[in-house]
């Protein structure tokens, strides 16, 4: 799938288009006004020669001036025409880009919000941003002005040709004797120019990625002293940069001139096939005029069209990516009747929304992510409301995954999660997810200020309200000594604040909307000391009366839960109270041994010493 | 004009190549103006009857050939004549393309391989205060704004300059009264051009910003995506970005309005300067005071002109900010440059780690981050430090390593002051492992040989010893996994265990642990620390932990707080005193004594 998305065809995929044609399809009467307004922007190009020929014939070859006032106003005429048609061209192209820009956008943003947690999983989200913004400005731009250049150039094409047979068909063939050979090599060019160019962003983008590096890692580079090293690196991919560009700008620079000879080639013929011509009598002075003009005019459409063929080949890629992501279906959706009574992520019916008590549980699961290893096998767990449960375990037993199930990040692969004693799969997901107080273990923060960020989990929460929940966390006090306390920023991702800090108010957060359900995953670790034991204090109050599920690797902040679940590789392996786990002198008995072992040793030591 | 004069500093071996591309420029644009001359002579004196009045040059050479007659039976020869110029021109446009390509490009690199060092080598002290968004747009935007200036736009307007004045010779030359005519506009267009773009600067900028919102939005909500599913967020963010979303598109359009009024009317204006040309001339001609063939020539030049005219307002506008662009980088290249040279230079031989330190004191903008430390440190031994956020330790470990230089006090490593040595020679003794470790999008083994690719033999042991082993063998890809965006993401901890990694691998005699170990589970700090003092026993460490249980180990504990040294001693005697350090070990065993 992915590979799929990253392939770049060479030749045009016109069901892609065809696809991609159905989006501008609100825009319809745009497109046709654009393309009625080029067809007449062309038109006028391509008799304003025209003009010149007559006012040749009829004014100075003759030295006879009656009709030039007439002749006068009709070019006024046809120029302001022609500037009102260049505005509303730039007008309605303008349009079309930017209103269609916009709701791809929306589009994709839309399929992301649904998608499950699976599929972030597997994509950087520095990839799915450049698909949001980039691709979409590359696709909206191209189908704008790529309609814009193809109409008028191939209007154009054809009414100098027409024009010019009209005028003299043996001249006319002669002249356009180049015309394919012009196409040909137009098209050679412009698809080698984009290459080259497509190869040259590549690079660029990895030198930013360089600098980004370099800068970032700046300190690290410093303490292995690694910096000549770098810079090396740094230059063989400046090198590389700088003969990419080079070619690339050889190849622009081979075609300009290319295109040129060959149209003076056109000229050329013209002036000598014309002239004699002339002095035979065959033709007027102001016809020759008009086809050196043509001859040198009809090299623009020629080139414009080259360059929306290449073009559209390579948006292509951009198109193809994001029509797949427009595409991607979740793989975790609600039943039609479950949308019907409860709404849908983006447009829930919060009304319909039944209260939990916060009785979970888990039947005869089975999970695996994708392709790998099975995760949890016939897992069974029943808690009571208000019950803490505490998960133990090492990495990879599956601790993780009991959270994300409960949470319907990931649904099982069989089996069955009731809560209230339903089946989970017959409400909607964010009644579920706004029903779960989470505090994760990377607490990710929203820029805005630190009030903003507590009422993310509440919307309607008052002023006191988040003070409450500040206070019940032990938040409020280093809000207070901030600044400007609840109204600080916190910068983006929250970064203007301590881990420890971010943790609270995501505390804060979790705890606002008074949820039945508290999820806390490993949300203690990385944080210094005493903040642990202010934390120690916020978790025994905020859990009170709450169906809890703690993840900790710190065995005291478990020791309080009334359930503790030891798993290994999926499966429950021991369960009870801490002392009675104690007792059992089983695997918690030796990883709380391990974790204890030697500060008894020393405790010992001070005892009889 | 200064930062063109700075630009050629930077084409060192290409600047004549590139003032060359003018010369080609303004060969291509004098052979293009000679195609009209030639279609004009055509027209007015071998097709038409007026007499041949060529150059006497061309006259005394080919005289005897150039009659009507002859060349009456010979058309072919102008239009071979015009192949020859346009194939010429064309000579000239490609090696323009080619010459001003090398030098910007040159240009380019050697600009960028300067920055690049610059802040490889910038003093530590600027890294801390520093906005790492700001520097890349400067090192990648501002300097391509800069190379796209000297590639296209400087010899655009070189081009335009050229004609102009060319084309105001040769026209002249025809008739005085239709040049003035034909060049009325030229004023007026170029004016309107540069009026134009000054004033859309503002609607440029606030596109640009409504993109830039518009971005960080989106980046938010995907990096945050977790939250937003968490607490069903969705129907708000997609509010959010719907307003910014909208707010982009009209902001865009607004500007694309306004570029529709320019275009629509600069193209009049240069249409009403063809009709003035075409209706005056043709006045002129039915007087007979200008021959059909130099109004061939009025009407194709002024053709010629008025666009490079539009172009050049617009270019001139976009000088400044080349200019702009120039100042930003060079605020970087000010910046001072960490000084290196120093004792043991040559990287010759080794320290042995016996580290003195008295007096000690540091203070940053004004404040007192360091405040008369002092301790002594054989080889072999082992420091643990403890301290709350702020206490100064990471400073601490800055000074040993010459990322930050004390002010006050000193330092003696082997007896030598440490401000003698070398910097490099230092950070090779002293290897610094910081709690956020930074990792190279590189793979895992890359990462971990980065300090010392000729010890790719050591990597097994210090990648047991940091128990990374295990998690390596869980990837698909071993050692060859690639880390960071286009890999997998490893977690703080793991990252912490491939920061220890690959400073074991450099062997340095002294080892620094910033804390190190903070995101690592229990039982893994003790199988490092266990297998650590059975393999690396040898070394000088210092170790800052905030678990009683690593520092225990150690043969002397300092106690930090706000920059003093507030208890010093070991595990034992420190247990007994009141202070930071039993409290901490109270909340840590906690479970234990209750």
Redesign the interface.
């Known amino acids: 799938m992915k590979n799929k998305e990253k392939s770049f065809k060479k030749n045009i995929d016109l069901k892609l288009w065809k696809e991609i044609l159905l989006y501008s399809l609100p825009y319809k009467k745009i497109i046709i006004v654009l393309s009625a307004v080029m067809l007449l922007v062309a038109g006028i190009d391509a008799i304003l020669p025209l003009?010149?020929r007559y006012?040749?014939d009829n004014?100075?070859?003759t030295?006879?001036?009656t009709g030039?006032y007439g002749?006068?106003l009709i070019?006024?005429l046809i120029?302001?025409i022609?500037?009102?048609?260049?505005?509303a061209?730039?007008?309605f192209?303008?349009?079309l880009?930017?209103?269609m820009?916009?709701s791809i956008?929306?589009k994709a943003?839309?399929s992301?919000?649904?998608l499950s947690?699976s599929f972030?999983n597997e994509r950087?989200?520095?990839?799915?941003?450049a698909r949001?913004?980039s691709d979409v400005h590359k696709l909206s731009s191209i189908i704008s002005w790529g309609i814009v250049d193809f109409v008028w150039g191939s209007a154009m094409m054809v009414a100098i040709v027409f024009i010019m047979l009209r005028l003299n068909f043996r001249l006319a063939l002669i002249t356009l004797i180049v015309l394919p050979v012009l196409l040909i090599i137009s098209i050679y060019f412009q698809r080698k120019i984009l290459r080259e160019f497509r190869l040259v962003r590549k690079i660029?983008s990895k030198?930013?990625?360089?600098?980004?590096?370099?800068?970032?890692?700046?300190?690290?580079?410093?303490?292995?002293?690694?910096?000549e090293?770098?810079?090396d690196e740094?230059?063989g991919l400046?090198?590389k940069?700088?003969r990419s560009?080079?070619k690339a700008?050889?190849y622009?620079?081979?075609f300009?001139?290319?295109v040129?000879?060959l149209s003076?080639?056109g000229?050329?013929?013209a002036?000598?096939q014309g002239?004699?011509a002339?002095?035979q009598g065959a033709i007027t002075?102001g016809t020759?005029?008009a086809f050196?003009?043509y001859t040198v005019q009809f090299f623009e459409p020629v080139r414009e069209l080259a360059r929306v063929f290449a073009e559209l080949q390579s948006a292509q890629a951009a198109a193809e990516r994001i029509i797949s992501l427009i595409k991607t279906e979740s793989d975790i959706i609600d039943r039609e009747e479950v949308k019907e009574k409860y709404g849908s992520?983006?447009?829930?019916k919060k009304e319909n929304w039944p209260e939990i008590k916060g009785e979970i549980e888990f039947k005869k699961v089975y999970f695996k992510y994708n392709d790998q290893e099975e995760v949890l096998n016939n897992f069974n767990l029943k808690v009571a409301p208000g019950q803490k449960i505490a998960l133990v375990g090492e990495t990879g037993s599956g601790k993780s995954t009991i959270v994300n199930l409960l949470?319907r990040?990931y649904e099982p692969v069989s089996g069955e999660i009731l809560i209230d004693g339903v089946e989970y799969r017959n409400h909607s997901?964010?009644?579920l997810?706004?029903k779960?107080g989470?505090v994760?273990q990377?607490p990710?923060l929203?820029?805005g200020s630190i009030k903003e960020n507590i009422r993310?989990?509440f919307?309607e929460a008052t002023d006191r309200e988040i003070k409450e929940a500040a206070d019940l966390v032990q938040a409020t006090e280093f809000i207070e000594q901030l600044p400007a306390g609840f109204a600080t920023e916190v910068g983006?991702?929250g970064d203007l604040l301590?881990t420890g800090e971010k943790q609270l108010i995501?505390f804060a957060?979790a705890i606002i909307?008074n949820p039945a359900i508290f999820i806390l995953d490993e949300a203690t670790?990385?944080i210094?000391?005493?903040m642990?034991?202010v934390m120690q204090k916020a978790i025994n109050e905020v859990l009170k009366n709450r169906t809890s599920f703690i993840i900790a690797?710190?065995?005291?902040t478990i020791?309080n839960a009334d359930k503790i679940i030891v798993l290994k590789q999926g499966e429950i392996i021991e369960s009870g109270s801490h002392y009675q786990l104690l007792d059992r002198k089983g695997y918690y008995y030796a990883?709380y041994q391990?974790?204890?072992y030697?500060?008894?040793e020393?405790?010992k030591?001070?005892i009889t010493? | 004009m200064t930062s063109i004069k700075l630009a050629l500093k930077y084409m060192t071996t290409k600047n004549i190549k590139y003032l060359s591309a003018f010369i080609a420029v303004g060969l291509a644009a004098i052979l293009m103006l000679l195609?009209p001359l030639i279609?004009k002579v055509?027209?007015d004196s071998?097709?038409g009857d007026d007499p041949l009045n060529l150059p006497t040059f061309i006259m005394n050479i080919f005289g005897d050939y150039l009659n009507r007659e002859s060349l009456?039976q010979q058309?072919?020869l102008?239009?071979?004549l015009?192949?020859l110029?346009?194939?010429l021109?064309?000579?000239f446009?490609?090696l323009?393309?080619?010459w001003?390509?090398?030098g910007a490009?040159?240009f380019?690199?050697n600009l960028?391989?300067e920055?690049?060092?610059h802040?490889?080598?910038?003093d530590?002290g600027y890294?801390l205060r520093?906005d790492?968004g700001d520097?890349?747009q400067r090192?990648?935007s501002d300097l391509d704004t800069i190379r796209r200036f000297l590639?296209i736009q400087l010899v655009e307007v070189g081009r335009a300059f050229f004609m102009l004045s060319v084309v105001l010779i040769i026209m002249l030359s025809l008739d005085i009264y239709m040049t003035i005519i034909s060049l009325l506009v030229v004023p007026i267009i170029f004016i309107f051009a540069y009026v134009f773009f000054q004033k859309v600067k503002v609607a440029f900028k606030a596109s640009d910003e409504a993109?830039a919102r518009?971005?960080?939005m989106?980046?938010?909500?995907?990096?945050?995506?977790?939250?937003?599913?968490?607490?069903?967020?969705?129907?708000?963010?997609?509010k959010k970005?719907?307003q910014r979303?909208?707010e982009?598109?009209?902001l865009?359009?607004h500007l694309?309005?306004l570029?529709?009024?320019y275009?629509?009317?600069s193209?009049?204006i240069c249409?009403?300067q063809i009709?003035i040309v075409?209706?005056a001339?043709?006045?002129r001609?039915?007087?007979?005071q200008l021959t059909?063939g130099s109004?061939?020539v009025f009407?194709?030049y002024i053709g010629m002109l008025l666009w490079p005219v539009r172009q050049t307002g617009r270019i001139l506008t976009d000088m400044g900010k080349a200019e702009i662009a120039f100042t930003r980088i060079n605020e970087i290249l000010a910046e001072p440059k960490e000084t290196y040279r120093g004792h043991g230079s040559k990287g010759q031989g080794k320290i042995s780690g016996h580290i003195v330190v008295q007096n000690l004191s540091y203070a940053y903008e004004d404040e007192l981050v360091l405040d008369d430390i002092s301790f002594e440190l054989k080889p072999g031994e082992k420091l643990g430090i403890l301290g709350?956020?702020g206490s100064g330790k990471s400073t601490l470990t800055y000074i040993l390593?010459r990322?930050l230089d004390y002010q006050k006090g000193s330092i003696k490593v082997d007896g030598q002051e440490l401000k003698e040595y070398d910097r490099?020679f230092i950070?090779?003794q002293i290897?610094?492992?910081?709690q956020e470790?930074?990792l190279?999008?590189k793979t895992i083994k890359e990462n971990i040989t980065?300090?010392a690719?000729e010890k790719e033999n050591l990597i097994d042991s210090a990648v047991e010893v940091a128990q990374l082993d295990k998690v390596i063998d869980e990837f698909r890809d071993q050692y060859q996994t690639a880390v960071g965006?286009?890999g997998v993401s490893l977690s703080?901890g793991q990252k912490q265990r491939l920061?220890i990694a690959?400073?074991l691998i450099?062997d340095t005699p002294v080892i620094i642990f910033d804390d190190s170990l903070?995101?690592v589970?229990?039982?893994t700090d003790?199988l490092i620390r266990e297998s650590l003092s059975e393999r690396y026993g040898d070394k000088t460490m210092i170790i800052i932990s905030?678990?009683?249980?690593t520092l225990?180990d150690t043969d002397q504990i300092l106690v930090m707080d706000r920059g003093e040294i507030v208890q010093r001693g070991k595990?034992?005697k420190l247990?007994?005193e009141s202070g930071l350090y039993s409290r901490?070990w109270k909340?840590?065993?906690?479970?234990?004594i209750d």
């Open positions: 003009l010149t006012a040749i004014y100075i070859v030295e006879d001036l030039l002749f006068s070019y006024l120029i302001v022609q500037g009102i048609n260049i505005f061209l730039i007008y192209a303008g349009k880009e930017t209103e820009a916009a956008r929306e943003f839309d992301l919000q649904g947690l972030y950087p989200a520095g990839w799915l941003i949001l913004t660029n030198i930013t990625g360089a600098f980004n590096e370099g800068i970032i890692g700046a300190r690290t580079s410093k303490t292995l002293v690694i910096e090293d770098n810079c740094f230059s400046t090198g940069m700088a560009s080079i700008a050889i622009s620079s081979l300009l001139p290319s040129l000879v003076s080639i000229t050329g013929l002036l000598w002239g004699e002339v002095i002075y020759l005029v050196i003009s992520i983006l447009q829930p949470g990040f997901q964010s009644w997810q706004s779960i989470y994760l990377d990710h929203f820029s993310y989990g919307s983006e991702g301590s995501s957060r909307s670790s990385s210094d000391t005493e642990e034991l690797h710190r065995l005291s020791k990883l391990n974790q204890f030697r500060g008894r020393r405790q030591q001070r010493s | 195609n279609i055509t027209i071998v097709i009456l058309l072919w102008p239009a071979l015009i192949l110029i346009t194939i021109r064309g000579i446009l490609y323009k393309g080619k001003a390509a090398e490009e040159e380019a690199k960028r391989d920055l690049f060092t802040l490889q080598y910038l530590f890294h520093k790492t520097l890349i090192c990648t590639a993109e518009l971005s960080t989106i980046q938010e909500n995907l990096n945050g995506v977790q939250v937003v599913k968490a607490f069903a967020k969705q129907p708000e963010e997609k970005f719907v979303n909208n982009h598109k009209d865009t359009f694309i309005k570029l529709a009024y275009w629509s009317l193209d009049f249409f009403v009709g075409l209706i001339g043709s006045f001609a039915a007087s007979g059909l109004l061939v009407t194709t709350t956020t390593t990322l490099g950070r090779n290897g610094l492992i910081l470790p930074f190279f999008a980065i300090g690719k965006e286009k703080g920061a690959r400073t450099k903070s995101a589970d229990t039982k003790y905030h678990r009683i249980d225990a595990h034992e247990l007994t901490t909340i840590q065993s906690q479970s234990e």
